[in-house]
């Protein structure tokens, strides 16, 4: 499988999308997620394999449904 395909992957660059669409930066996604900014950063580079309970965080945080940000 194409590393850049794998669900770590998938998952982060929804995350910058959802984000960008947003208008707000990694620093402000974290805030309102209750996370670390570098941690967005690591998410969103795939280099992190999180947590549920993360990903509902962010996903609340972005205003959208966790299935949103794992499809390809």
Known sequence: MDPKHTIINI???NVRF??????????ELAYRAGLHRTYIGMIERGEKNITLLNIEKIANAL????????KS
């Open 63 to 70: 205003g959208i449904k966790i299935e949103v940000l794992v």
């Open 11 to 13: 998952f982060g660059q």
């Open 18 to 27: 959802y984000r960008s669409k947003l208008n707000i930066s990694q620093e």
